[in-house]
């Protein structure tokens, strides 16, 4: 059965950097994991996406190991801003169908 | 920027009504979805719809019911309103193929703001 598992809750201080970590089994091959942001009152927002090794873009970085069961969404030098819930959406092999699991979400309290 | 639009943010509701949930996308994307979410519970799919016309079931389809007549547009029916679909719902699109094939399916996807639905 196919199983997405993250960190329910993190806690951090302005100005360090913060990684949280989702675990995916039978990941599917050929896709992308992508994260999100969640505000309260609001929508998800979509993050960053990869596929393997390292992507950067102007707000995160995503790591992803060769055997891609695991994905690490890096945020450089948070601020309290950035106090959400961060989501891994990930595409796993579900008999003859894939499928996009959701992760339970990572609450992260960032304190002044 | 994409907008996903929910017609509503609140919304209340009687057991036994039958309630519209409509969401309205600007980007022109094939895929849209439904979801809800509850605390501890995460998102949950509800129905996604990859084409005008064309649906499929999600992980929680039971007691729901979905349209899509245009492609902007994505309606969820709560046929027979319970008090146990008292949730947060929220609304997605993306671009490109379906979820369930492909390549880089697992697009990126845009959301509404939510709809808050309490049934009493």
């Known amino acids: 059965l196919a199983k997405t598992t993250q960190p329910i809750s993190m806690d951090s201080y302005e100005g360090q950097e913060v990684n949280i970590t989702c675990s995916h089994n039978n990941i599917a091959t050929n896709d992308y994991i992508t994260w999100y942001q969640q505000f309260p009152s609001q929508g998800p927002r979509f993050i960053i996406q990869?596929?393997?090794?390292?992507v950067t873009n102007e707000v995160a970085s995503l790591f992803i190991p060769a055997d891609r069961k695991s994905s690490t969404l890096s945020l450089p030098r948070v601020s309290l801003s950035d106090t959400a819930v961060y989501y891994c959406?990930?595409?796993?092999?579900?008999?003859?169908?894939?499928?996009?699991?959701w992760g339970l979400g990572t609450s992260l309290a960032v304190n002044p | 920027d994409v907008k996903v639009t929910q017609s509503s943010r609140y919304l209340v509701k009687r057991t036994g009504e039958k309630v519209f949930l409509e969401c309205v996308q600007d980007?022109?994307?094939?895929?849209m979805f439904w979801y809800r979410q509850d605390p501890g519970l995460g998102l949950r799919l509800i129905y996604f719809?990859?084409?005008?016309?064309?649906?499929e079931k999600g992980d929680i389809p039971e007691g729901y019911s979905v349209s899509r007549e245009k492609k902007e547009r994505f309606s969820l029916i709560l046929e027979s309103a319970s008090t146990n679909q008292t949730s947060m719902y929220l609304c997605?699109?993306?671009?490109?193929?379906?979820?369930?094939?492909?390549?880089?399916?697992?697009?990126?996807?845009?959301f509404g703001d939510g709809t808050r639905l309490s049934i009493l």
């Open positions: 997605a699109s993306s671009l490109s193929a379906p979820p369930r094939t492909g390549k880089n399916s697992n697009q990126p996807q845009h």
């Open positions: 990869g596929y393997k090794t390292k």
């Open positions: 719809s990859y084409d005008v016309k064309m649906k």
């Open positions: 980007m022109d994307h094939e895929n």
């Open positions: 959406l990930v595409p796993t092999n579900a008999g003859n169908n894939r499928k996009l699991i």
